[in-house]
């Protein structure tokens, strides 16, 4: 046998080994994609459900202003009546005639 002969097997075994090396880099790469991905998925529904709950609750604290305005006006409206017209609410309402 010749020195080619002997050369030859170190060669694929070599081949081989670099070959289930890559392959194996190449399987984990593809998990890693795969629970990035996932997470990502996750992360954004999150995200989704946190604006929609600030959507909720900034018209609800856009209610609670025209609210909050609303009766704040009326009483400001009564307390000046009172204080500088000198006006009071009548206790006896009669029925308008007709």
């Given at each position: 046998m010749s020195n080619k002969d002997f050369r030859s097997v170190p060669d694929t075994?070599?081949?081989g080994f670099w070959f289930l090396f890559f392959l194996g880099l190449n399987v984990v790469s593809a998990l890693v994609l795969v629970f990035s991905?996932?997470?990502?998925r996750q992360i954004h529904q999150s995200l989704d459900e946190t604006q929609r709950d600030e959507t909720a609750e900034l018209a609800r604290h856009s209610r609670l202003l025209l609210e909050k305005s609303t009766l704040a006006g009326l009483?400001?409206?009564?307390s000046i009546a009172i204080r500088e017209l000198g006006m009071e609410f009548p206790n006896n309402l009669a029925k308008p005639s007709q």
């Open positions: 075994l070599e081949g991905t996932h997470e990502l009483s400001e409206v009564e």
